[in-house]
């Protein structure tokens, strides 16, 4: 498409959007009495104005009913998280008995390294992606040495080629190539959270699987920002935080896989609790730990129902529009915005900055990282000031997502008006 840097042109591209009315279906911060233009859906997504009632409902509940809404309520707290398995499965490319949600990101990667790291003689080593996201890097550094390993030995880095700014997909496969019988496992994040580069799943998980490794992707930046098909690239287990593109509020649970093919396996280790026990039996209070058969079977304790009600309001939300339409829409919105950087940028000197996410569609997701050459924090404290809302990260980049579902083209054009006076006015 012929995309043009005008408000008229913004505006006949949301006129043909079919996700056009999901922005009513938020809140947004206000500035200047007028909705701010929000790039960190990355970060925390907004509020669906549906979330309120999925919340109140179990307040009021709790009032009402106290301890019987555990079986009684209209969606009885005993057996909630089930409620999510048939909408993430669709947004994770899963079969319901696949996906599950509790706790946090971190908290349910570790309990799936206990299944899933399972170092054996000269097969421990793990191969992650250069600068990880900081909680990352910490889980793999804690776990192996849980484990009695030196952090620097056992975990391997792909690094980025000098003076590149993404990391090559061939780099990755020579390296699980290289290390051959020493790798126990990959994990890498599916999107990486800085550049925004998406990786090639299926392939690297299949690499995984033929140098003999487990494969296991955190999906903090993926999970309802890029098509995933879990079940069918034969991923061996996955975890996703829910607060980001799926809008669940803050800290709010986190949504996890294991592929089928563990389901049944006893040898895997799992640190147990009763809600992953045998639901039938789960309240005979029995003395031996007998696992729900599914992804279901790793859950440990009594759910956090009020942080799955958000959840559940924007799982539902994301399964009803579908991933397709998503998608769709975020390609285009995210093609504008790199066509509003470019010509801001040829209007302007063209020093100013430099988008480092690839430009391949196929390689990123609905973010674009930026890096400013010139003004540095000046500049993203002026957008923030006139209603901008993006989010900095050191040493100078700016990240931004056009989420396909609140933000519109003319957010687009309006932010480049905004971006252009705030170089001009420095
Ligand atoms: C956001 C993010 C996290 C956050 O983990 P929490 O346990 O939810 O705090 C972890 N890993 C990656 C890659 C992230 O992007």
Redesign the pocket.
Known sequence: MNFQNNLEFAKSLDAQDELQHYKNEFHFPQHNNKNVIYFTGNSLGLQPKSTKKYVDDVMNDWANMAVEGHFYSEKPWWDYHERFCEPLSKIVGAKPSEVGVMN????NLHLLFVSFYQPKGIRYKILCEEK??P??QYLLQSQVKFHGYDPSDAIVEIKRREGELTTRPEDILAKIEELGDELALVFI?GVN?YTGQVFDMKTITAAGHKAGAIVGW?L??AAGNIELNLHDWQVDFAAW?SY?YMNSGP?NA?GYFVHEKHHTNKDLNRFAGWYGHNKERRFLMEPNFDAVEGANGWQVSNLPVLSLAPYLASAEMFAKVGMEKLIKKRNLITAYLEFILHEIDKEIDGTEFEVITPSNQNERGCQLSVYLHGQGKELFTYLMQNGVITDWREPNVIRLAPVPLYTSFEDMYNFGQILKQGILNK
């Not at 946090?104 to 908290?107: A, E, G, K, N, S």
């Open positions: 946090t990101l971190t908290v990880a996201f909680s990352d994040g959270y955190d903090a930046h935080c980001k800290g986190s």
